[in-house]
């Protein structure tokens, strides 16, 4: 006789987090019911196929582990759910486990006619591994059509999870019914229609999500918020207070705040055509692998990953998707940069390069939580410079590097990193570069880059409206932000992004370009902490380990 096959008991029992979960369906004309069961997975509500090679590959990705660890986080356990029938007009699950009522729930922006926006809450819906079946949503039955409206089955958990938007109007949005031959799958967009805010409606241009709030550059943000050529459809941020601080309520009218948990209802959405990435590098690269293998292509505002084999994977992995992966060196697209490397790259103006140096001291200071998240003064700035370094002269990486830096802020000697360094470095070609940056500049941006060659100097000064130059005065002229100076920049690079999505011009940031500069400031960085030159021709630079000690 055969061996025995394994029951989807078998495997809950072998498995601890997976479990068996009954669905109630209705079939024939009689509306005889049916319990089906399924097997699921408990920490990321998701369907298991009943394959031990595929039950073992998702209790090992990433998706599972991050899921498990918020719901260690907030003391969670996931709810047993049973789906209602074609009957119930709703895609929601219905809740059968009392005690366990979905303490996290998602977000959703509406406004009302001459009113502020408010803020309501849905019960997240379970997450799917195949993208969601697009439906269109039911529009509000208004008192004159005599239609009684539905009432929402599923609880709301708003009164259950205090937080800053407490004050605010809560509100149950109606759910969309399910379409016939759609089974059970959850809403791949907001539970209602929303007027469409500043960015336009769904339909009028490329639909994006974003992730990660804290860590957005105020740039960038202006370049979103004021870009006709696409639509914001999710935010998903753990941190509600900063989507108030960083979003305006009418931009937002159109857009759904998921928590972090549920960002594959952001992924499962087709009409999400890219994924903006603006967390920590320590968890962006889950994300970036995330929102690829769903389809999506990704900007990564800041870096993917401060480990160089992990960034490779990620450029590994939207080369295999076909999908962009755009990064977010944003100085490649100053408009005063460009025109400079076109003069000494293309026309070859100055000769041969002899000469670059570079001041970058940074107006208003980076908070030293973002500067902790963010990487340092190596990985938040440096890195910017050394890409445009490499650019300018065609070279990936220097031969040598030697950096002195200090941390005069006593803050940021606590956190073991530096707030002003200086950075040499001589390049295989015989060029020698000087980067000269600081976190203390207390009136304005100093921004400035100049080029020797064996022909002449180009200089790229500190640029204002008004066209004058100050030197010792008491009281700043004008007050230029670091977002003021590169905003023509991140509009370049947003706009960059979103031709890559049309596939109109691939991702100019090449993967090996990306591989070496992070290579380069980690070497930047070893030298400062060791006090000694780093030879890149002989020394392997461990740019994960190097971060381990600063966080």
């Known amino acids: 006789m055969g061996r025995k096959k394994k029951t989807l008991h078998d495997y809950a029992a072998e498995f601890s987090e997976l479990a068996v979960k009954r669905h109630l369906l209705e079939r024939g004309a009689a509306g005889e019911a049916a319990v089906v069961e399924t097997l699921y997975c408990t920490s990321c509500q998701l369907p298991m196929r009943v394959r031990r090679d595929r039950i073992l590959e998702h209790l090992s990705s990433g998706r599972h582990y991050r899921n498990r660890r918020l719901l260690r986080q907030h003391g969670l356990r996931a709810p047993l759910l049973l789906s209602a029938g074609p009957d119930v007009g709703t895609g929601l699950p219905l809740q059968l486990d009392a005690p366990s009522l979905l303490s996290q729930p998602s977000f959703i922006l509406a406004a009302s006619a001459g009113t502020s926006a408010s803020y309501g809450t849905v019960p997240s819906p379970p997450s799917y591994h195949k993208p969601l079946a697009p439906h269109r949503p039911v529009a509000a039955s208004s008192p004159a059509s005599g239609a009684a409206p539905r009432e929402d089955p599923t609880p709301s958990t708003s009164a259950s999870h205090p937080s800053a938007l407490a004050a605010f109007h809560v509100r149950i949005a109606p759910a969309p019914s399910k379409q016939p031959g759609q089974r059970g799958a959850a809403p791949e967009a907001s539970d209602s229609p929303a007027p469409a805010g500043r960015h336009g409606s ?134 005063a940069l460009q025109f400079l490397y076109k003069k000494v790259h293309d026309s070859q103006a100055l000769g041969r390069i002899h000469r670059i140096s570079t001041i970058s001291s940074i107006y208003p200071a980076a908070s030293l939580s973002f500067l902790k998240t963010s990487g340092g003064i190596f990985y938040n700035a440096a890195v910017h410079d050394i890409d445009i370094i490499s650019l300018l002269l065609g070279e990936r990486a220097p031969d040598t590097i030697f950096s002195l830096g200090h941390a005069f802020c006593a803050d940021m000697a606590y956190l073991k990193d530096a707030d002003t360094v200086a950075v040499s470095m001589k390049f295989p070609s015989g060029a020698i570069v000087t980067l000269d940056i600081s976190q203390h500049c207390t009136k304005s941006c100093d921004q400035r880059l100049e080029v020797h060659g064996s022909q002449g100097t180009l200089r790229v000064d500190n640029q204002n409206p008004l066209g004058i130059t100050e030197h010792g005065t008491s009281v700043s002229i004008y007050s230029h932000t670091q977002a003021d100076r590169y905003r023509d920049a991140h509009r370049e690079l947003f706009r960059h992004f979103l031709r890559t999505l049309k596939g109109k011009e691939p991702p100019v940031i090449t993967k090996e370009q990306f591989l070496w500069t992070i290579q380069v400031a980690a070497a930047a960085e070893q030298s400062w902490r060791n006090g000694s030159a780093v030879d890149l021709r002989n020394e392997a630079i461990d740019s994960s380990v190097i971060k381990t000690e600063i966080m």
């Open 202 to 335: 769904a339909g009028s241009g490329v639909g994006l999500a974003l992730f990660g709030v804290g860590l957005v550059n105020k740039a960038f943000f202006q370049s979103l918020m004021e870009e006709n050529g696409c639509c914001l459809l999710y935010v998903v941020e753990d941190q509600l207070e900063e989507v108030e601080r960083a979003f305006g309520a009418e931009f937002l009218a159109g857009t759904r705040v998921l928590r972090q948990q549920d960002a594959d209802v952001a992924l499962n959405d087709q009409r999400v055509s890219g994924a903006i990435i603006c967390s920590p590098p320590e968890e962006a690269s889950e994300i970036v692998i995330d929102a690829l293998r769903a389809g999506k292509g990704v900007f990564c505002e800041r870096l993917p990953s401060f480990d160089r084999q992990t960034a490779e994977a990620c450029f590994d992995e939207a080369d295999r998707c076909g999908r962009p992966l755009v990064c977010g060196f944003y100085k490649r697209f100053d408009p």
